[in-house]
């Protein structure tokens, strides 16, 4: 590497803060090139930091004009100063204030990170570290402070001007154009937490009274013109309210809970104290320009946000090493939410469906990292699916293993406990060692370990003493042989030929859970009737490799019988996984295993397609090219995987063609029925979406006939994106047609280019390349908008195995160029695209070189970011 390796943060040098921040007075003066921040902090030495020590604020890309202590200018020999900090030697030891002023250029902040504008719009984003680029500050999370923040602009261009808190004033100012508002937040909060935004925006409003009696306006503020579009997003802040308030006792606690939309946006969203700023994709919906997946995707993170109110703000994190404290929490909060909401086992499909594919696959590359890292050289690297992902599944055991009513005991006594203070993995597992009086600590250890571990499982039936025994054994990847078994929740069950055998028990199973905290251990069911198959890991109980030998009639036995509707779905995974991972290995001789598949899946259609279309949908979706190399793990080859794939979609297709034609019938909307994107019609659609893209797989005439149709007919964003990535596959003049007509009905809607960008860029065919060059020069495309890269770069890189992992080299090549050209103006985004570079070692040997040659061309690039560099070494370490 020709860049200087960035200094690694280490987790066990945590120390407190050497100063404290009790209160911070903000004066902020918007404008376009020139804005002034004057920040006045009020300081105290720390009693739990060390004496004498000097004050050293952080700061990044900051031009300082002017500092005073107490009121009196400081003399320039008093303090040193530059871009990325400031360090006053000999501070006072006592409590003193400080008047920092510095200048912000909003305009020209391409990193999204502290103020920038976004489409006229003035915001920001703090997290993790972007206070420091607004003024110098102790920008840790462990420092809370009382703000107040007076915002100040031209009264034209940014006639809303919200802040964190509550208003506490608003007025103008005489013959300058200029109009100002003062916001006051009561709460302590670290500067993460801060924002502010500025501009000409429309809304809409609800009011909403909490539990408590307080009297809330709620608000979603939009760019001008698309109102109409948030009304959704409201809804779904005041059902988070109230289902926040019924299911952990959490009620809101300011006047005012806003939520503002921005166009260009590095992350998802943002739980700044009582000002919510999001990425417009996840709040403007209609049926004209969103998805059922956009509808959900939105509910989803509304309510995640706003579940940070209580895990994230009131309670927050000790330093970022605690992230998963805050996100692994809320993720599973906000999963929950939308599980009581919608149909909770298709949920819950949905959920480890995205698990398996981008947590496995990291947990199993270079990137791999504890849920709770032990170091770090870019926190913004760390925002990761381990740390979210599988830090909720850390809490769902946790559930698991001791039980609903502790559970909510436990979260009750980890706010209670907790309120207000900065805390730490150590502090959430103690409150529920508290209400439980078991001893977490081995619990703790999913918290400290990479890798995903491998349950493997045996069953062994004795017909005579009519017993059942099944034997287990745990091993972690990489760990050392005296590394501690985990504790382990199995959620389990016996099945039978003809249903569930609810008459077997043993005694090691408690509400059917068998909880394995050994490295091996053995369980045995007594008055076991018949040979059983037997369903363990329901509901996917632990985030963990199950290895098994069942035959696929057992695996139809649990499709058929297995009253846990995630083991269904996850015995059709496995059956699909096994025929297609057996072609590409050459290790198949008869189709006869595929046509008994095809015959399975015909008569579960027949006995539950209409009764939950939803749930059916998702049976009839086979892995992803990427689940299958996953499972596959070594010298994986995507072409080959494409192949096999495709050909088991085509026997599908064929197989099941009249039934699916007769289920498209059978669900189709009455015409001029309402669009509704609840989940009872969107699982209509998505079932009736099935049907098209398996008839298409096996005759292409047929789909593109039925998808012109439904594009002809569609009511709604959903059905016409279905067809025109059903025509997608089909190469030839209608897919073009289609593709052509969609970009010109939609040519003023950047959000709904975006799916079009991501639907061309996932064609898996040789053209593919070129056509994304073309689309680079599009006129909506623009490098600085993280939604257009994400959709056409984005999704070519982890959607598109076959072309980005091209022979030639090129799909690499592609993303590499573009990594390049981003990282000087958006180095966050730049490292994420870098992200999709994770599994390279796992590929052929061809392709591997390839992968890796162009990881150490991006790598020897002079003057990278410490974020692309940080991926750079980690990737390519070992
Ligand atoms: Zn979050």
Same mark, same amino acid.
């Given at each position: ?131 420091? @680029?607004? #003024?110098?500050?102790?920008? %840790?999370?462990?420092? +809370?402070? &009382? !703000?107040?923040?007076?915002?100040? *602009? $031209? /009264? ?50 609800? @009011?909403? #009274?909490?539990?408590?009696? %307080?009297?809330?306006? +709620?608000? &979603? !503020?939009?760019?001008?013109?698309? *109102? $109409? /579009? ?64 956009? !509808? ?74 504890p849920v709770r890292p032990k170091q770090y050289a870019e926190i913004n690297n760390f925002y990761t699916a381990t740390v979210y992902e599988k830090g909720a599944e850390i809490v769902r055991m ?252 085509r026997r599908l297709g064929a197989g099941l063609r009249d039934r699916l034609l007769t289920l498209r019938e059978t669900l189709a909307e009455p015409a001029g029925a309402a669009f509704s994107p ?201």
């Amino acid at each position: 590497m020709r860049t200087e390796t960035p200094p690694t943060v280490r987790l066990a040098d945590y120390r407190p803060s050497d100063h404290l921040i009790d209160r911070v007075e903000l004066d902020v003066r918007l404008d376009p090139r020139d804005t002034r921040v004057t920040a006045t902090l009020a300081l105290r030495p720390n009693p739990a930091g060390r004496a004498d020590a000097p004050l050293v604020l952080d700061g990044d890309d900051l031009t300082l004009l002017g500092l005073a202590l107490d009121g009196e200018v400081l003399a320039p020999e008093a303090y040193r100063a530059d871009a990325s900090g400031l360090t006053l030697p000999d501070c006072p030891q006592r409590a003193f204030t400080l008047r920092i002023e510095t200048r912000l250029d909003p305009t020209a902040n391409t990193k999204l990170m502290g103020l920038y504008r976004s489409s006229g719009v003035y915001c920001t984003q703090c997290e993790a570290d972007g206070f420091r @680029r607004i #003024t110098y500050f102790l920008d %840790r999370p462990d420092v +809370l402070s &009382v !703000y107040t923040t007076r915002i100040e *602009a $031209d /009264r034209e261009s940014a006639p809303v001007l919200l802040g964190n808190g509550n208003p506490v004033e608003a007025g103008e100012i005489p013959g300058t154009g200029r109009h100002y508002a003062v916001w006051h937040d009561p709460l302590p909060k670290p500067a993460y937490l801060f924002a502010l935004v500025g501009g000409r925006l429309d809304r809409v409003t609800k @009011r909403f #009274t909490t539990m408590e009696g %307080r009297d809330v306006a +709620l608000a &979603v !503020y939009v760019e001008p013109g698309k *109102a $109409d /579009r948030a009304a959704y997003a409201l809804d779904a802040v005041e059902r988070s309210m109230i289902w926040d308030e019924q299911a952990f006792g959490r009620a809101y606690d300011l006047d005012v809970f806003n939520v503002v939309a921005v166009s260009d946006f590095n992350m998802g969203a943002m739980e700044n104290k009582g000002l919510n700023i999001f990425n417009d994709k996840y709040v403007l919906a209609s049926p004209e320009t969103a998805t059922d997946v956009d !509808y959900a995707a939105i509910e989803a993170i509304i309510a995640h946000e706003y579940f940070h109110n209580w895990s994230g703000n009131r309670v927050t994190c000790r330093d970022w090493f605690q992230l998963c404290l805050k996100e692994g929490l809320t993720v599973f909060r906000d999963q929950e939410f939308s599980s009581d909401m919608r149909s909770r086992a298709v949920h819950r499909i949905g959920e480890v469906r995205t698990l398996r594919a981008r947590q496995f696959p990291e947990d199993a590359g270079p990137l791999a990292h504890p849920v709770r890292p032990k170091q770090y050289a870019e926190i913004n690297n760390f925002y990761t699916a381990t740390v979210y992902e599988k830090g909720a599944e850390i809490v769902r055991m946790l559930r698991t293993l001791i039980g609903e009513a502790a559970f909510r005991a436990g979260m009750d006594r980890y706010f209670a406990d907790n309120d207000g203070r900065a805390a730490t993995v150590e502090d959430f597992l103690k409150a529920f060692e508290a209400v439980t009086g078991r001893d977490l600590t081995r619990f703790a250890e999913w918290y400290e370990c990479p890798g995903t571990p491998r349950v493997a499982v045996s069953g062994h039936y004795d017909a005579a003493a009519r017993t059942y025994r099944l034997d287990f054994r745990q091993t972690r990847p990489g760990a050392g042989a005296d590394a501690p078994p985990l504790i382990i929740p199995i959620s389990l069950g016996l099945v039978g030929p003809d249903g569930p055998l609810d008459q077997a028990t043993s005694d090691r199973v408690e509400d059917g859970v068998f909880v394995l905290d050994a490295a091996e251990d053995s369980l045995t069911f007594t008055n076991v009737a018949a040979e059983p198959v037997p369903s363990l890991f329901r509901g996917f109980s632990a985030p963990v490799r199950v290895e098994i030998s069942l035959d696929d009639a057992a695996r139809l036995t649990l499709l058929r019988h297995d009253p846990d509707s995630f083991n269904r779905w996850e015995a059709a995974q496995r059956i699909a996984t096994g025929l297609i991972t057996a072609q590409v290995r050459g290790t198949t001789t008869e189709a006869a295993g595929a046509e008994r598949f095809v015959a399975a899946l015909g008569a579960f259609l027949d006995a539950e397609a209409l009764r939950d279309p939803a749930f059916a949908a998702q049976v009839l979706a086979l892995p992803s090219e990427g689940d299958i190399a996953d499972e596959i793990g070594q010298a994986i080859d995507p072409d080959a995987i494409f192949r096999a794939r495709r050909d088991l979609r085509r026997r599908l297709g064929a197989g099941l063609r009249d039934r699916l034609l007769t289920l498209r019938e059978t669900l189709a909307e009455p015409a001029g029925a309402a669009f509704s994107p609840d989940a009872a019609s969107a699982g209509r659609r998505a079932l009736r979406n099935a049907a098209l893209d398996l008839i298409a797989a096996a005759d292409p005439a047929a789909g593109i006939a039925l998808a012109q149709e439904q594009i002809a007919a569609a009511t709604n964003m959903t059905d016409r994106l279905a067809a025109l990535s059903t025509l997608a596959l089909l190469p030839g003049t209608a897919r073009e047609t289609a593709l052509a007509a969609f970009a010109e009905r939609y040519a003023s809607e950047p959000l709904v280019l975006d799916k079009w960008f991501a639907i061309q860029a996932t064609i898996p065919e040789d053209g593919t390349i070129e056509r994304i060059r073309q689309l680079r020069e599009h006129p909506a495309f623009a490098m600085t908008n993280p939604n257009r890269v994400r959709a056409l770069i984005g999704s070519f890189s982890l959607a598109n195995p076959t072309q980005f992992n091209r022979l030639d080299g090129a799909g690499y090549d592609l993303v590499a160029e573009t990594i390049l050209a981003l990282d000087g103006t958006n180095p966050q985004v730049a490292a994420r695209l870098m992200t999709a570079f994770g599994p390279w070692r796992r590929l052929e040997a061809e392709r591997r070189s390839l992968a890796e040659a162009a990881l150490r061309r991006i790598a020897a690039t002079p003057s990278l970011s410490r974020d692309v560099t940080d991926i750079g070494t980690r990737s390519l370490a070992g």
